[in-house]
């Protein structure tokens, strides 16, 4: 069982920036994918990037040239920086690990942007 803990959420303002974290509890080095994932009030879950295990990098289009995900196999950690953030990015944000059978989810971590 694999636990995943995101930080770095909270309050900016328009135009500012964030950086995630997802710290994973045991080895990411073998997965499927490693993405960030969001959901709004109201709104289902979307993805907004991915890295597939061959290093194929997928953004939501929303999100094209402000966030970049990356990843960091000797500490286990995925990130995602979020620059030029906007009101319509306020969301809970998720972590999510593939394995071929199996699937793990951070807590979420909460991003407001203020406009």
């Known amino acids: 069982q694999m636990q995943l803990v995101e930080s770095g959420g909270g309050l900016v303002q328009s135009g500012g920036s964030l950086r995630l974290s997802c710290a994973a509890s045991g080895s990411i080095a073998s997965t499927k994918s490693t993405g960030w994932f969001r959901q709004a009030p109201g709104k289902q879950r979307e993805l907004v990037a991915q890295?597939?295990?061959?290093?194929?990098?997928n953004y939501s289009s929303s999100v094209l040239g402000r966030f970049t995900i990356s990843r960091d196999n000797a500490k286990n950690t995925i990130y995602l920086q979020m620059n030029r953030l906007k009101p319509e990015d306020t969301a809970v944000y998720y972590c999510?690990?593939?394995?071929?059978?199996?699937?793990?989810w951070g807590q979420g971590t909460q991003v407001t942007v203020s406009s």
């Open positions: 999510n690990v593939e394995f071929i059978v199996q699937s793990y």
């Open positions: 890295i597939s295990n061959s290093g194929i990098i």
